[in-house]
């Protein structure tokens, strides 16, 4: 008895641990299925197209006038009559008389210098008729014989004649000096400042006022070498002094009351020399007749002296050149590509001109290669993506948020249906802004869910049109990207 139950003890010990095997094994639940990741990206591409490109340059600086001078008289004497024009601020024609000197004095010089004039005219005519006379007496009682010039009276007859003119002449200056007792306007302009009244004594020498010309108005304005470069404005040399009449174009534009009003000018000189604090070059914009009111902007004010205004000057015109969103440019130097394989691939580019939103590239890349439009953080070269074509509509590239592989591995197949970027992901955000009071028409809505379920790419493009097209029909601002529906007007 004792040996058969040290047989069967063991026996059963391992029957029974083989029966709890079985049951854990057949009664355990089943394993939560891992979801199958694609690690490859889905991007935005844009094929490089050549286009144009018109170069505006920025600048800015301070109005001043054309012509500026300071009213100073050529007499003496008190101010007994002012213009009601003759006032800060106030504007005047080319001859209107400002301001009139005490005449008295100098018409009194007019009567002396006049009576001194009749008295010179007599004695040159008594001179005159004594040397005929003397003549005609030589020659009666010497007859073929040459006469001295003291026996003609030539030296008495011209000294009748300096006097004679000298007498003119005093006229001539008392005339001048009475007419300079009236100041006229040398040009249609301004008074920038008085600084005499009626009743001041003035002499020659003191300022009496200092006035600008009106017919243009000038803008100094500063501009790097990189941007003179790009200005549409010939070289000039010694010997030559050309002007500009039709120079660049530019355009100034200025706040008043919290308004913003713009004039347009051209560019009609550039200065000769750099600037040695700064480096820059000055050209001078020129504005004709600005304080005249223009009949297409009547509510727009006058371009005043002093104003401060930003420029936009027309340059040069790039031909053949790639225009790509400043945000996509890497580390200032890269751009992200994808090749035929659809692997991301990094390429230096030669920049021809950039601004705060765009940069234009001449060198580097090639029409019809394709550009990354998708910011893909800590993109490595060679990593597989799946690239879409852009919707011509979006006018902004798709942003996304993806980790890169730490090393580039085999691009595994692409996962129908694409990601959580890109129109997809745009047309629900715009079905979320349709107001609820205007749905979407109800065919429109279902081919857009026929489309998203497909996902024909080919197929949205069209249907963004209509529903655009609807937008518009029920006065309603397309949203784009990340806006909602707003009223227009």
């Given at each position: 008895?004792?040996?058969?139950?040290?047989?069967?003890?063991?026996?059963?010990?391992?029957?029974?641990?083989?029966?709890?095997?079985?049951?854990?094994?057949?009664?355990?639940?089943?394993?939560?299925?891992?979801?199958?990741?694609?690690?490859?990206?889905?991007?935005?591409?844009?094929?490089?197209?050549?286009?144009?490109?018109?170069?505006?340059?920025?600048?800015?600086?301070?109005?001043?006038?054309r012509?500026?001078?300071?009213?100073?008289?050529?007499v003496?004497?008190?101010?007994?009559?002012?213009?009601?024009?003759?006032?800060?601020?106030?504007?005047?024609?080319?001859?209107?008389?400002?301001?009139?000197?005490?005449p008295?004095?100098?018409?009194?010089e007019?009567?002396?210098?006049?009576?001194?004039l009749?008295?010179?005219?007599?004695?040159?005519?008594?001179?005159?008729?004594?040397?005929?006379?003397?003549?005609?007496?030589?020659?009666?009682?010497?007859?073929?014989?040459?006469?001295?010039?003291?026996?003609?009276?030539?030296?008495?007859?011209?000294?009748?004649?300096?006097?004679?003119?000298?007498?003119?002449?005093?006229?001539?200056?008392?005339?001048?000096?009475l007419?300079?007792?009236?100041?006229?306007?040398?040009?249609?302009?301004?008074?920038?400042?008085?600084?005499?009244?009626?009743?001041?004594?003035?002499?020659?020498?003191?300022?009496?006022?200092?006035?600008y010309?009106?017919?243009?108005?000038?803008?100094?304005?500063?501009?790097?070498?990189?941007?003179?470069?790009?200005?549409?404005?010939?070289?000039?040399?010694?010997g030559?002094?050309?002007?500009?009449?039709?120079?660049?174009?530019?355009?100034?534009?200025?706040?008043?009351?919290?308004?913003?009003?713009?004039?347009?000018?051209?560019?009609?000189?550039?200065?000769?020399?750099?600037?040695?604090?700064?480096?820059?070059?000055?050209?001078?914009?020129?504005?004709?007749?600005?304080?005249?009111?223009?009949?297409?902007?009547?509510?727009?004010?006058?371009?005043?002296?002093?104003?401060?205004?930003?420029?936009?000057?027309?340059?040069?015109?790039?031909?053949?050149?790639?225009?790509?969103?400043?945000?996509?440019?890497?580390?200032?130097?890269?751009?992200?590509?994808?090749?035929?394989?659809?692997?991301?691939?990094?390429?230096?580019?030669?920049?021809?001109?950039?601004?705060?939103?765009?940069?234009?590239?001449?060198?580097?890349?090639?029409?019809?290669?394709?550009?990354?439009?998708?910011?893909?953080?800590?993109?490595?070269?060679?990593?597989?993506?799946?690239?879409?074509?852009?919707?011509?509509m979006?006018a902004?590239?798709?942003?996304?948020?993806?980790?890169?592989?730490?090393?580039?591995?085999?691009?595994?197949?692409?996962?129908?249906?694409?990601?959580?970027?890109?129109?997809?992901?745009?047309?629900?955000?715009?079905?979320?802004?349709?107001?609820?009071?205007?749905?979407?028409?109800?065919?429109?809505?279902?081919?857009?869910?026929?489309?998203?379920?497909?996902?024909?790419?080919?197929?949205?493009?069209?249907?963004?049109?209509?529903?655009?097209?609807?937008?518009?029909?029920?006065?309603?601002?397309?949203?784009?990207?990340?806006?909602?529906?707003?009223?227009?007007?």
């Amino acid at each position: 008895m004792k040996r058969l139950l040290q047989i069967l003890i063991p026996i059963l010990a391992v029957v029974l641990g083989g029966g709890l095997m079985f049951f854990f094994i057949y009664t355990a639940p089943e394993p939560r299925q891992r979801p199958n990741f694609s690690n490859t990206p889905d991007v935005v591409v844009r094929s490089l197209e050549p286009e144009s490109y018109a170069v505006m340059l920025d600048s800015q600086g301070t109005v001043q006038a054309r012509t500026t001078s300071t009213l100073i008289p050529e007499v003496r004497g008190r101010i007994n009559r002012i213009s009601p024009n003759f006032r800060e601020g106030a504007f005047f024609e080319e001859g209107d008389v400002l301001l009139e000197i005490d005449p008295s004095d100098y018409n009194t010089e007019l009567v002396v210098a006049e009576a001194n004039l009749a008295q010179a005219q007599l004695r040159f005519a008594e001179e005159k008729e004594r040397a005929d006379q003397a003549k005609l007496d030589w020659d009666r009682l010497n007859p073929g014989q040459q006469a001295g010039s003291l026996t003609l009276r030539e030296p008495q007859l011209k000294q009748a004649e300096a006097n004679l003119a000298s007498a003119q002449a005093r006229v001539n200056a008392a005339n001048r000096n009475l007419e300079r007792t009236q100041i006229k306007a040398p040009y249609a302009g301004r008074i920038l400042s008085k600084n005499v009244d009626v009743g001041q004594y003035v002499s020659p020498g003191n300022q009496l006022a200092r006035v600008y010309a009106v017919d243009f108005a000038e803008v100094r304005l500063p501009l790097t070498a990189t941007q003179f470069a790009y200005l549409d404005l010939p070289s000039v040399y010694r010997g030559e002094n050309p002007t500009f009449r039709e120079g660049p174009l530019v355009t100034l534009s200025s706040q008043v009351a919290g308004q913003s009003y713009s004039w347009r000018g051209r560019i009609v000189r550039a200065e000769g020399s750099v600037d040695t604090r700064s480096r820059q070059i000055f050209v001078v914009a020129q504005v004709r007749n600005p304080y005249g009111r223009d009949p297409n902007f009547p509510d727009r004010p006058p371009l005043k002296v002093g104003a401060y205004v930003e420029a936009e000057i027309q340059g040069k015109t790039l031909e053949g050149v790639f225009v790509v969103p400043r945000k996509l440019l890497r580390e200032n130097d890269f751009l992200l590509m994808v090749d035929n394989e659809n692997y991301l691939e990094r390429k230096s580019v030669q920049l021809a001109w950039q601004t705060d939103d765009v940069i234009v590239v001449n060198g580097g890349v090639s029409a019809g290669e394709r550009l990354c439009l998708t910011e893909v953080p800590f993109a490595l070269e060679g990593w597989p993506v799946n690239p879409s074509d852009e919707v011509p509509m979006l006018a902004e590239a798709d942003t996304q948020s993806t980790s890169a592989p730490e090393t580039p591995r085999a691009r595994p197949p692409r996962a129908a249906g694409g990601g959580g970027s890109g129109p997809g992901a745009f047309i629900a955000r715009i079905l979320e802004a349709v107001p609820e009071d205007k749905p979407l028409p109800s065919e429109l809505k279902t081919k857009i869910d026929e489309a998203l379920e497909s996902g024909d790419r080919t197929a949205i493009r069209p249907l963004m049109g209509e529903v655009r097209a609807w937008f518009d029909e029920n006065g309603l601002e397309f949203p784009g990207r990340g806006g909602g529906p707003r009223p227009r007007g």
